[in-house]
């Protein structure tokens, strides 16, 4: 298991963003309801894999199972230790052939429906297994840059090929961010997808990771091959 002192070493633990205007919304180019109900389709060639058993350890698959952050005094924990603070709960499957790219085909769907990159945020992390370290959130999107109001939020990371993303629902930015809800974050996401074209399994794999209104279940999102 990796430290902290080894993780600022390679990249180094980045702290909140500037406070910034607050930007609206637009609407979806599309005018499809974010939260319109989603039929299930059955679990793609390749996903079916993880859909026989729940995930229970993290050096299994390439999916994570939860976001983290460093350990402090209050943990009462190692400084050197990580802690969960949000469940995974959707995962991607995009048509490319590395990383980057299939990280870029998954952001772009929600650029293209006004999501707003890098917003205001908390640095998280997701543990790699190939690379045995915990890593910083890859590629983060909301529905505004700060989300006074309240914002769906993301936080993404690719790893051998498959994108993990903690969807969920801030509370209002009063005076900070709370979780809302994992379980509209989840939806909206389905929904945004499919929108987009996209084939959506509605909670087709067992992360075993139950945290508030989440049940654990991460809802699979397939990209058609081009």
């Not at 903690?166 to 994992?182: F, L, M, N, V």
């Amino acid at each position: 298991m990796p430290t902290r002192r080894s993780l600022l070493r390679t990249g180094g633990l980045a702290g909140v963003g500037t406070l910034a205007a607050v930007v609206a919304l637009p609407s979806p180019p599309d005018g499809t309801p974010i939260d319109r109900t989603v039929e299930g389709a059955a679990a793609p060639a390749g996903a079916d894999r993880w859909t026989d058993r729940p995930i229970t350890d993290e050096g299994e698959t390439p999916i994570a199972r939860y976001q983290y952050r460093p350990a402090d005094d209050a943990d009462g924990a190692d400084r050197d230790a990580f802690v969960a603070t949000a469940p995974i709960n959707v995962v991607l499957l995009p048509s490319a052939e590395t990383d980057d790219a299939g990280l870029e085909r998954v952001m772009d769907v929600l650029t293209d429906g006004g999501w707003l990159r890098r917003p205001e945020e908390y640095t998280r992390y997701a543990w790699d297994r190939t690379t045995e370290t915990y890593v910083r959130q890859e590629a983060t999107a909301a529905e505004t840059y700060y989300g006074t109001s309240g914002r769906l939020h993301v936080r993404c990371w690719s790893f051998e090929g498959i994108v993990s993303m903690q969807a969920h629902e801030d509370t209002s930015a009063r005076p900070k961010h709370g979780i809302a809800s994992y379980e509209r974050g989840r939806e909206a996401i389905a929904a945004r997808f499919d929108a987009a074209g996209w084939t959506v399994t509605p909670t087709a794999i067992d992360l075993d990771n139950d945290r508030g209104d989440h049940d654990g279940f991460a809802t699979v999102v397939t990209e058609a091959a081009p």
